[in-house]
DNA sequence: CGTCAAGAGGTGTCTATACAAGTTACCGTC
DNA sequence: GACGGTAACTTGTATAGACACCTCTTGACG
């Protein structure tokens, strides 16, 4: 068995055997196109050449591109080289759930000042959202959030009891929640984010000091483990002057969302 | 030429022979999850048996169910059977930016009244946003947007004259700008959406209907050409009781969006 | 000098085959 | 009855070839 190479053609990649083929053309393709080997604007070779170049079959290298196609970064048609594109990437789904991860991602330090975090039954609301029995022991953490020092968000978080025991292990106050819990192996694989907006609260309004009434940016966010099962429910309050959110969209169907700092006017 | 149709294997679709194999595949499979022939959470028939079904070989079989894994209706991997999953599908170009679309799609009667369509010279801002010279001619278009006869949205359009001048030929009290303008042929292709908060402003809250300084719903949208050319800037503020905007996104990099009328609680 | 036709080269689509790698079910052994 | 191994089936990956359709260039012709 597993003779063990066959070690010939194919020049550039190949570093040990594991990733598949079309993984390397594409992961090296993005490369190209990023360093700016294939200029923006150009089209960028065959895929005869680019077969010829690797020595495999179109399969592979067309494989490569319908990834980076379906990406935005390459354009073309029928009869048409592609021609390469750069594009703001989305970000990732670590940047857009952690605070943490995004204040750092735009230059800014992240901060936070822990309100309560709590061991308490669920209300009717969390509870229904999370698909807990009414209730049942969930762990709530309020935050406020700090960029730069400046209050910018308020965050209610209601965990799961099962995930929400790990932050009494934690200290909510040196960094991030999200980290700490993917660190111990909790399975955060999706999000639904719905943005809206809400007046402040007392509650609300003391914390990130404005007054009573003022416009926020709410996100609420509920995240589910990749079988669909409900961990956290949150309720984000963001300072409009802080952040905002983007959407980009465009006709063929490519989605890219990101999460701005709110440039000053 | 011509050879009228070869009529013999393929059983269901196969309606004319315009669109590609694998596109009437996906549509087909689409069709048997959204409808339940394929019930969620269960294993759908393998790809062999697909190939027989449809008289096909392994290829577009695969890439229909390529296309569908990418947009989250389909799980699987090797050596396990693929299993269907319903999902919210993102929402289309058309119906994330065309209000009028976007109601329909939700089952409202979308309805409009112009305040002022207008040739004016563009404010700094929007000239600076659309790159054109300050001071040069541009169409604004003031609309107050209803769901089902009750104000849900003020809209303010900035359209770059030769764009804006269509909408002179046109009642903007009868229906879809976009459509219209789609028909005229404008190249209608990106859009970048950026959602923040506000207070409403006098003018605002008249129109709206509530108090000055409540919370509105700020989504200022920036539409652009195929080639990046800007066409259209716009400043639209939603009742936070009628509208919300959603993103999902997971570990795996999927995102779609989606615009919903805000649940009563 | 403009226009149309032909050709070369490119991608899109489809078929057929082969093997690798993972999952599941079954069955014999202990 | 529990355990382990095998066999069948599934998807992932890759190759090779064929043809349709589109684009762009080139060259001949008017």
């Given at each position: 068995m597993r003779s063990p190479a066959v070690e010939c053609h194919s020049q550039l990649v190949k570093t040990s055997e594991d990733p598949p083929l079309h993984q390397r053309l594409g992961a090296e393709f993005q490369r190209r196109i990023e360093s700016g080997e294939w200029p923006e604007g150009r089209p960028v070779p065959s895929e005869s050449q680019l077969c010829a170049e690797f020595g495999t079959s179109r399969g592979p290298v067309r494989q490569a591109l319908a990834m980076l196609r379906h990406e935005g970064s390459l354009t073309g048609g029928r009869g048409k080289?592609?021609?390469a594109r750069r594009t703001a990437p989305s970000q990732p789904f670590g940047t857009f759930l952690s605070f943490t991860q995004w204040a750092r991602s735009i230059?800014?330090?992240?901060?936070?000042?822990?309100?309560e975090v709590a061991r308490r039954r669920?209300?009717?609301?969390a509870a229904a959202r999370l698909g807990l029995a009414e209730g049942a022991p969930v762990v709530e953490l309020v935050r406020l959030r700090l960029l730069d020092d400046v209050p910018a968000m308020l965050e209610r978080s209601t965990f799961v009891h099962e995930v929400g025991r790990i932050l009494f292990d934690f200290d909510p106050d040196t960094g991030s929640v999200y980290e700490e819990l993917l660190r111990r192996d909790v399975d955060l694989h999706h999000a639904r984010h719905t943005i809206d907006a809400v007046a402040a609260e007392p509650h609300d309004a003391?914390?990130?000091?404005?007054?009573?009434?003022?416009?926020?940016?709410?996100?609420?966010r509920l995240t589910t483990s990749s079988r669909g099962v409900p961990l956290e429910d949150a309720d984000d309050?963001?300072?409009?002057?802080?952040?905002?959110?983007?959407?980009e969209n465009t006709i063929e169907g490519r989605t890219v969302i990101g999460r701005y700092r709110t440039e000053e006017d």
């Open positions: 080289p592609p021609v230059g800014r330090e992240p901060g936070q000042t822990t309100v669920a209300s009717p609301g003391e914390l990130l000091r404005v007054a009573v009434g003022d416009p926020l940016l709410r996100v609420r309050r963001y300072l409009p002057a802080m952040a905002t959110f983007t959407i």
